[in-house]
């Protein structure tokens, strides 16, 4: 119940594009989604995050949607560029659970030029 | 700030040997994660700390691992003896409190064991 479930594993996409990354849940204590980015030989690093009394937040190119009845969420990268090839991870946690995050596998992320 | 800060940045090491990985976190965190990262297995948290004081170790995967946190500023992950299977790329992450969520995670230890 406590995993996270993301897809597609990888995705390339044109520039200027639109990359979508989904994850699911099963946990309904979750309450706080992020996602991270992380390029080749660092940490993942915050992106952006969302907690479920909202169905949507955007940053940005960046904008998570959030559906809560089927415990879903995803990324959306507007006008995708090369430098956002890089991979990208859901993440959740509840805060009942001492602030641990569960995280998604990954997805590798290629924007052609 | 300089960001959590991991040492040394890759280390080979032979089957047997004795490896120790640093972390420095972020001033004023009061969480500390142990990540370690595979293609197989993604991230898994192996040990976290809260003040100092271990908390959840249950993502250690063998006694061969050991981590200490005898400060704010300062954590250590231990592996003895190493084994091949323990390659991966280890990070440490830390957070602070109840404010913010956003964990921040070092550049990761390269670990090779030949």
């Known amino acids: 119940q406590q995993q996270v479930k993301q897809s597609p594993q990888s995705l390339i996409v044109q520039k200027g594009g639109i990359s979508i990354i989904n994850c699911a849940y099963e946990?309904?204590?979750?309450?706080?989604f992020p996602w991270y980015q992380q390029f080749p030989g660092k940490g993942p690093a915050l992106l952006i995050a969302?907690?479920?009394?909202?169905s949507e937040k955007k940053e940005g190119r960046f904008t998570i949607s959030f559906n809560k009845s089927a415990k879903q969420f995803s990324l959306h990268i507007m006008d995708s560029q090369p430098g956002d090839s890089a991979t990208y991870f859901c993440?959740?946690?509840?805060?009942?659970?001492?602030?641990?995050?569960?995280f998604g596998s990954g997805t590798q992320l290629t924007v052609l030029p | 700030d300089a960001g959590v800060i991991q040492s040394p940045r890759h280390e080979v090491t032979e089957m047997g040997q004795e490896v120790t990985l640093r972390c420095k976190p972020i001033?004023?965190?009061?969480?500390l994660f142990w990540y370690r990262q595979t293609m197989m297995r993604g991230l898994e948290l192996l040990i976290y700390?809260?003040?100092?004081?271990?908390?959840?170790d249950s993502g250690m995967p063998e006694d061969r691992f050991s981590a200490k946190m005898p400060n704010a500023s300062f954590s250590t992950l231990k592996i003895q003896p190493s084994e091949p299977r323990d390659s991966a790329v280890y990070f440490c992450?830390?957070?602070?409190?109840?404010?913010?969520?956003?964990?921040?995670f070092g550049s990761g230890t390269r670990l090779t064991v030949v």
């Open positions: 969302i907690r479920p009394d909202v």
């Open positions: 992450a830390s957070s602070l409190g109840l404010r913010g969520y956003g964990y921040t």
């Open positions: 993440a959740a946690t509840s805060s009942g659970s001492a602030r641990q995050l569960t």
């Open positions: 001033s004023g965190h009061d969480y």
């Open positions: 946990n309904t204590a979750f309450d706080y």
């Open positions: 700390f809260n003040n100092n004081v271990p908390i959840d």
